[in-house]
């Protein structure tokens, strides 16, 4: 167990900057999920903390060393892949063990204590019964327990998941996110997992760490990513679903601040209204939670007009999505719509929880009054 | 237009091959897995396109697919398949709610149903580990339809609630919580087995907290020792 540090690391594959320096601390036995769009430098960065990829620059801790000019096997960490990286011509006890023969590390362990570490690695991943079968033989979710078990088996400072789960089934996906969870709160091991799943990373993560084009975005709970998004991008990556970010111009008439949204013009409020105070005749980045938004009637008042873009079934409810200037929209109802592509619904956003963005920055506007 | 296929990216490939298939105009359109390789958000915008697609030329479609999500998002009607077998064609929500064995019902929905063997306590009642379940009529004349006795009870996530813990309630201990935005999965230990539940977000239990645990009657499954539904085996459904 140990804490991880990074600071302002840095690394860089011929003309592409994958990681455009980072600093992150994670906290002793935390399960923190890294999260991001594919070519966010995600994978680089646990392929750093691995050593499997040496920094350019920067600084690399776990617990009181600095580890970033080790070799993998001197870093003291346990590594999980996405395909398993099973030896087939193994059976399930000597992939166990295997971690255990490497010559290289400074600890040896005698026949007595492999023995014993297999069983009760074997014993915790709920695996004794395969031990003696090649790896094979074994299902999707048996060969990620013996996947994990591999890792763990040296008691590392901390574990290292690379989309562990991604590519299972929905239900063994479920039954995998739910062992997993259980089992890094049995060995308390720090544990960094690698996802694109905004929703296994909310399932998983202590703490999640948003990265986009080689930078962290935002660190934080998932509660607060939903609730509190740092910026447009993280508003609209993390949810079920997420927050709906559209592009709206803002116009002055006399004191009242007016959005314009499509073809209609909202009055936002008096919350909005006060966070977009200094901004004049541009326009602006506005996130919606989905609840926030509804169908309406073309003679409601504050409605805009748009047309259905797609449609689909999640559980009971019906999730439509409309276009507004390009952006997509996304709602919910538990009304039984029969909708077509191209159909022209009303929608009404209710601005109460609406977050706006900094055209500069990207960045959330806060008010002064919390 | 003058591009190399290899110059293409993922998304670009799709949408030549879809291309390459529409062109004669065909009566029917066959798609196999068009999407699986591709990355997640590819996929969400893919399937929204071959939807739009589909609608404006009206061809009819048969679309092979493994991932329930992308035949909710895409299909008019659903065929569930397994072992060589057609287990049931309906609408997303035919599936959902009126599943007609335990194979459906457990490949739908997500995360799955949770199934609780039951005893029988009289003709038309049941119990969970010695606590009785109440059940709606419907549900009551299947049960005195039926003599058989391995039943197991079947009800979606979000069709349990928690309540405070009390003799008469099948309780549970919170053993996981997985936040997932509006809503959080709720894992919970019981005597009866490992049950999920959905809560929204602001009803969240703490880990550790025992609970007790309610049945929406109108959302419980029953299948019988042959995993048919009792319910919804004997009507075909609506699609």
Not at chain 1, 204 to 226: F, H, P, W, Y
Not at chain 1, 314 to 331: F, H, K, M, T, W
Not at chain 2, 227 to 237: G, H, M, T
Request: charged residues 25%.
């Amino acid at each position: 167990m140990a804490e991880v540090r990074l600071n302002g690391v840095r690394k860089r594959f011929g003309p592409i900057e994958a990681l455009r320096g980072i600093d992150l601390v994670i906290p002793d036995g935390a399960y923190v999920c890294l999260l991001g769009p594919s070519g966010c430098g995600k994978t680089t960065l646990l392929r750093c903390l691995a050593g499997l990829e040496i920094v350019d620059a920067g600084e690399i801790r776990i617990g009181s060393r600095s580890v970033e000019a080790l070799e993998p096997f001197a870093r003291n960490i346990g590594l999980a892949f996405q395909n398993y990286a099973l030896y087939p011509h193994l059976d399930v006890r000597g992939n166990l063990a295997f971690p255990l023969h490497a010559p290289r590390h400074r600890t040896q362990f005698d026949n007595k204590e492999i023995e014993q570490r297999v069983s009760s690695i074997a014993a915790l991943l709920q695996i004794e019964g395969l031990l003696d079968k090649p790896v094979v033989a074994l299902s999707g979710g048996q060969k990620q327990r013996v996947a994990l078990g591999r890792a763990l088996i040296r008691n590392p400072a901390v574990l290292l998941l690379d989309e562990p789960v991604t590519h299972l089934d929905a239900r063994l996906q479920h039954e995998m996110r739910v062992e997993l969870k259980l089992l890094q709160r049995r060995v308390g091991t720090t544990t960094i997992h690698v996802t694109h799943d905004q929703l296994e990373a909310q399932a998983l993560g202590d703490l999640i760490v948003i990265m986009r084009d080689g930078l962290i975005e935002q660190v934080g709970a998932a509660e607060e990513l939903c609730r509190r998004p740092a910026t447009s991008f993280v508003a609209s990556f993390v949810g079920d679903p997420p927050m709906s970010v559209l592009r709206v111009g803002l116009k002055r008439e006399a004191d009242t601040l007016l959005l314009l949204v499509g073809a209609a013009q909202l009055r936002p409020g008096e919350r909005l209204t006060r966070l977009l105070d200094g901004f004049h005749d541009q326009n602006v980045e506005i996130a919606l939670p989905a609840n926030d938004i509804s169908l309406g009637n073309a003679d409601d008042e504050q409605t805009i007009p748009a047309r259905v873009q797609a449609h689909e079934w999640v559980g009971r409810e019906l999730q439509i999505v409309v276009a507004l200037d390009g952006s997509p929209i996304r709602l919910r109802t538990q009304q039984r719509l029969a909708l077509r592509i191209g159909d022209e619904v009303t929608i009404r956003a209710n601005f109460e929880r609406a977050q706006a963005f900094d055209p500069k920055t990207g960045r959330t506007l806060r008010s002064s009054i919390v | 237009m003058g591009r190399r296929p290899s110059r293409l990216s993922g998304g670009e490939k799709q949408r030549v091959g879809i291309g390459r298939a529409l062109v004669r105009e065909p009566a029917m359109f066959l798609m196999d897995e068009p999407l699986g390789h591709l990355e997640a958000y590819l996929r969400v915008e893919l399937r929204a396109e071959i939807r739009r697609l589909q609608e404006r030329l009206g061809i009819t479609t048969i679309y092979v697919t493994h991932d329930q999500e992308e035949a909710a998002a895409i299909a008019d009607r659903i065929v569930v398949m397994s072992a060589g077998r057609l287990q049931q064609i309906g609408s997303f929500l035919d599936l959902f709610d009126r599943p007609v064995n335990r194979f459906v019902a457990e490949f739908v929905g997500e995360p799955p149903m949770v199934f609780l063997p039951v005893d029988r306590t009289g003709v038309d009642s049941i119990a969970v580990k010695g606590i009785q379940i109440p059940v709606s009529e419907p549900l009551r004349a299947a049960l005195r339809a039926t003599k058989d006795s391995e039943l197991v009870l079947g009800v979606r996530p979000n069709d349990i609630s928690l309540v405070t813990p009390a003799a008469g309630h099948l309780n549970g201990k919170v053993i996981l919580v997985q936040p997932q935005g509006d809503h959080a999965i709720v894992v919970l230990r019981t005597p009866a087995g490992t049950v999920t539940v959905i809560v929204p977000s602001d009803q969240r239990p703490e880990a550790g907290a025992t609970v007790g645990l309610t049945f929406a009657g109108e959302g419980l499954h029953l299948f019988d020792s042959a995993a048919k539904s009792l319910l919804y085996n004997r009507e075909e459904s609506s699609g």
